[in-house]
Nanobody, 114 residues
Framework: QVQLVESGGGLVQPGESLRLSCAAS????????VSWYRQGPGKEREWVAR????????IYADSVKGRFTLSRDNAKNTVYLQMNSLKPEDTAVYYC???????WGQGTQVTVSS
């Protein structure tokens, strides 16, 4: 069964960190480009970060550049999004996406609040 499963979300205070995981099953994630998106309350879904299938340098939205880091662990068939210096405006449901295959995960909630 083909699946993308995000995990690692939670409630944190401003300035803290979280690491999101996107685990794939049923296919080899390392063969494809992977993106992270997020959708905040009352907002449209927005692109956050992307890494190519060949593991090149990830690219980031300006709003998260310098704070978020996308990485792959091919042995675990997983992509990570390390999020540091979190801000209240980072509050959203975070999704991983494989554009070539049209796959989306179910999302994981990140809430940044004092």
């Amino acid at each position: 069964q083909v699946q993308l499963v995000e995990s690692g979300g939670g409630l944190v205070q401003p300035g803290e960190s979280l690491r999101l995981s996107c685990a794939a099953s049923g296919f080899s994630l390392n063969r494809y480009a992977v993106s992270w998106y997020r959708q905040g309350p009352g907002k449209e879904r927005e692109w956050v970060a992307r890494v190519r299938s060949d593991g090149g340098i990830p690219i980031y939205a300006d709003s998260v550049k310098g704070r978020f880091t996308l990485s792959r662990d091919n042995a675990k068939n997983t992509v990570y999004l390390q999020m540091n210096s979190l801000k209240p405006e980072d509050t959203a449901v975070y999704y991983c996406h494989v554009p070539t295959l049209g796959y989306w995960g179910q999302g994981t909630q990140v809430t940044v609040s004092s």
